[in-house]
């Protein structure tokens, strides 16, 4: 009993004592990251105006608020010389990087961590004005995961990327085993607009705590919020004495990202499979590591023993995710018979409710299409349901919008009657669309589930948690939320990514970590210099005439499931040790 105590009052002062060295300040430097050509205080600027974008790409990549169509700049569509030229840059730079300690890498980490928290209104105004989406939805998807990432590797990332000593097997027992993990160059990542902070910032992290340098392509869509975030990344760099040009960020169409493509030594994409089938072809020529997540098309599944109101609340979040503008959430709603006129019920009225306007305005639910032409698909998709049996129940409402907005907002919409012969049961729709389909039993919801091309994530609710679990494990899916939605990317030790149409490689966890590592493995002698590897008298050359004899007892000696077998095989095996035995060339000269 006393060892139990001792045991309880140990673990007690520890805990005590960690909550106490979180009280002490740690020494971590501010940085100033110039922010004055990017922050809107209401006065007319220069160039300030409606912006129609052209359809055609230019030299330029032109820049605008989707919420307000207000002009916001442009930046180079860079060449591939000038791609390859910001690479060789990086390259230089990563070569003293890689030589940095953990000390020096957690502490651009908390530099970060400062800063982020210090100026979440700022990073999540530029994300809100270049994307649309609303204030809160960048808290809770920029700027959220960017710190639950940062804290995660502060944390354990140093843990991951140092050897890891492995079994050496019995033929090997006088040996050690391990796994390196080192830096692999410069990193290239092709990042889309949803996200435009932390799509920017994960491959960061990662890259760059394993000691990579990294060239990151923004989207046309998002390039005005990642040229600013890049200078977060590059001040709070250089506030740790790291060398200039390690982190670089890219502005430009398909031609800038296929330069960098053929330029770096691993590439990371989030994007579209058909852009992702591209980077793989063009990765081919180098031979060089690809890690694509590809987007979704992730199923809601709802059982009949649930808490309808709460699931209902939770469906229509994961279906407007990111304010509904254009970012994959749940696409297909599988409801139980038993609940399905409830469920849809209470959809609808949480649907109605909601508003959209200036996403920067705290009182709207929803902000604006990211992309001008993305409406046109939705609607294309909405109609082809309709053309086949669908209804609209819940058409939603676009409503309070300023006289400054333009007609950048699609309305949330509730539809039924829908089924997998439908383009919106099957294409992804990055958008505010809640198709719902009901289903009778669970091996039903399974099959509907799985009769998709993509296979990113799901989410399953039931009353039995032991019901929910077996339903996610049939599921062909990379991520599975059980009773939830989207939690697992809150989880940053966690691998994220999709199988099918959805990609492959994992971001984020010890994957995502490693992924963007060299892995080595190394074997030693493990009592060296007092035992060294030799090879057996009957194997060395000229071999013996016994020699396949000799590897027959060594392997029924080593491998054998009988032990007197074994040890039977030891004993001719050190017999034919200390005996001589001629060559088999010598044999034959006589």
Not at 379 to 396: F, M
Request: aromatic share 10%.
């Amino acid at each position: 009993m006393a060892f139990w105590w001792a045991l309880i009052v140990i673990a007690f002062a520890f805990v005590i004592c960690k909550f106490l060295l979180m009280l002490i300040p740690s020494n971590v430097p501010s940085i100033d990251v110039d922010a004055s050509d990017v922050i809107d205080d209401g006065h007319p600027k220069e160039n300030s105006f409606i912006y129609i974008p052209s359809r055609r790409q230019t030299d330029k990549v032109q820049c605008y608020e989707p919420a307000t169509m207000k002009y916001l700049g442009y930046f180079p569509a860079l060449k591939p010389d000038e791609v390859k030229e910001r690479v060789a840059q990086v390259r230089k730079s990563q070569v003293v990087w890689a030589k940095s300690s953990f000390k020096q890498r957690r502490q651009f980490l908390r530099v970060l961590l400062k800063y982020i928290i210090e100026h979440q209104d700022l990073i999540c105004e530029i994300s809100s004005r270049d994307t649309g989406k609303t204030m809160v939805d960048a808290s809770m998807g920029e700027i959220m995961t960017t710190c639950e990432k940062i804290t995660w590797l502060l944390s354990e990332g140093e843990r991951w990327l140092k050897p890891e000593y492995r079994s050496c097997g019995r033929s090997m027992l006088h040996k050690k085993a391990k796994v390196e993990f080192h830096p692999l160059g410069v990193v290239g990542a092709i990042v889309s607009w949803n996200y435009p902070f932390h799509n920017l910032f994960n491959p960061v992290l990662a890259a760059v705590f394993s000691g990579n340098g990294i060239v990151v392509k923004v989207s046309e869509h998002a390039s005005w919020s990642g040229c600013f975030y890049v200078r977060i990344l590059q001040t709070a760099l250089a506030a740790v004495g790291a060398p200039e040009n390690l982190v670089e960020v890219i502005t430009g169409f398909a031609e800038t990202g296929e330069a960098l493509v053929s330029s770096v030594d691993k590439v990371i994409f989030v994007g579209s499979p058909g852009v992702g089938r591209m980077i793989m072809r063009k990765a081919a020529d180098t031979l060089i590591p690809v890690t694509l997540e590809l987007g979704g098309k992730d199923p809601f599944i709802v059982c009949e023993d649930v808490d309808v109101p709460h699931v209902a609340q939770v469906a229509v979040r994961a279906a407007l995710q990111s304010s509904g503008q254009n970012c994959a959430g749940a696409e297909r709603f599988y409801v139980h018979k038993d609940v399905y006129s409830a469920f849809v019920a209470a959809v609808v009225k949480i649907v109605k409710s909601v508003t959209a306007g200036p996403p920067q305005s705290g009182k709207y639910d929803m902000g604006a299409i990211c992309m001008q032409d993305h409406s046109e698909r939705l609607q294309s998709l909405i109609n082809d349901a309709l053309d086949k049996g669908a209804e609209i129940v819940g058409g939603g409402n676009v409503r309070n919008i300023s006289e400054g907005a333009v007609d950048q907002y699609f309305p949330p919409t509730v539809i039924v009657n829908v089924n997998h012969q439908m383009k919106l049961m099957q294409e992804e729709a990055f958008g505010p669309i809640m198709p719902i389909m009901m289903f009778s039993s669970d091996d039903e919801a399974i099959k509907l589930a799985n009769d998709s091309k993509y296979g990113l994530g799901c989410a399953v609710f039931s009353g039995s948690q032991r019901r929910a679990r077996f339903i996610a494990s049939q599921l062909n899916c990379g991520v599975a939320a059980i009773n939830d939605f989207a939690s697992n990317y809150m989880c940053q030790s966690l691998p994220f990514g999709g199988v099918k149409d959805s990609g492959f490689g994992r971001f984020a966890g010890v994957e995502g970590l490693r992924a963007c590592c060299l892995v080595k493995s190394v074997v030693e002698d493990r009592w060296w210099p007092l035992i060294k590897t030799k090879i057996p008298k009957p194997i060395q050359y000229p071999v013996a005439e016994n020699a396949f004899e000799f590897q027959q007892y060594l392997v029924e000696f080593l491998y054998g499931l009988n032990v007197w077998d074994r040890l039977r095989a030891l004993v001719n095996v050190v017999k034919m040790l200390t005996e001589h035995n001629p060559p088999v060339n010598a044999k034959r000269r006589d």
